[in-house]
């Protein structure tokens, strides 16, 4: 299987139900500790390491924060997020 080159991540939104928020990420050159490749939003401020299985290790990229884990949904290559 081969690695995706971006995701969509979805965030719950904190207890009130109303769905989640969605953020692209791109595959870096980086390498998260546990293997696996790190991914990045265009601001650089979330970062996430993912694994081939899927599963989301959020990495902090500044003090102070305490991200929850996502779910990850991969994309195909190029177009918009949306798959066009």
């Known amino acids: 299987m081969q690695t995706?080159?971006?995701?969509r991540l979805s965030f719950?939104?904190?207890?009130t139900g109303d769905g989640a928020d969605e953020v692209v990420?791109?595959?870096t050159a980086s390498v998260g500790p546990g293997g696996n490749p790190v991914?990045?939003?265009p601001t650089g401020i979330l970062r996430a390491e993912?694994?081939?299985?899927?599963?989301?290790?959020?990495?902090?990229?500044?003090?102070y924060q305490t991200?929850?884990?996502?779910?990850?949904?991969?994309?195909p290559?190029?177009?918009s997020p949306e798959g066009d």
Do not use: N
């Open 39 to 41: 991914y990045c939003d």
């Open 25 to 27: 990420v791109e595959r």
């Open 77 to 79: 290559r190029g177009g």
């Open 50 to 63: 993912i694994s081939r299985a899927g599963e989301v290790r959020m990495l902090a990229s500044g003090g």
């Open 12 to 15: 719950a939104r904190g207890g």
């Open 4 to 7: 995706p080159d971006r995701y």
């Open 67 to 75: 991200p929850r884990p996502p779910s990850a949904e991969p994309l």
